[in-house]
């Protein structure tokens, strides 16, 4: 069994920074790729960043791409998103969730087989 816990989440201003963690516990964290999601109130689930199991390869969506940042300790089991000069538009639950292969990057959430709780980030103007 896996299980993923969000946190890091809270409460910042336009231009600011916060750094999410994904703690996992259970088998096998450091074969996966790795990803964060985003839902925004009213809005589908939509791809943030993944890593693949080395960290060796990385992907942005557009959106997030210069600003965003994701990372991984195997050691620790933790995987991290950095999120820096933060928009409003960045509102959102976000979500970490390890992805059924270790190889390869992908977007869709219907990869990802294990999920954590959320962690809510709210960006004010």
């Known amino acids: 069994q896996v299980r993923l ?11 600011g920074s916060l750094r999410l963690s994904c703690q996992a516990s259970g088998r096998s964290f450091s074969r996966n790729s790795m990803g964060w999601f985003r839902q925004a109130p009213g809005k589908e689930r939509e791809f943030v960043a993944a890593i693949t199991w080395s960290g060796g390869s990385t992907k942005y969506a557009d959106s997030v791409k210069g600003r965003f940042t994701i990372s991984r300790d195997n050691a620790k089991n ?11 538009e960045d509102t959102a639950v976000y979500y970490c969730a390890r992805d059924s292969l270790s190889y390869v990057i992908r977007t869709m959430d219907a990869a990802y087989e294990y999920w954590g709780q959320g962690t809510q980030v709210t960006v004010s103007s």
Not at 78 to 88: A, D, E, F, G, I
């Open 5 to 15: 816990v969000d946190s890091g989440g809270g409460l910042v201003q336009a231009g």
């Open 78 to 88: 933790t995987v991290y998103l950095q999120m820096n000069s933060l928009k409003p």
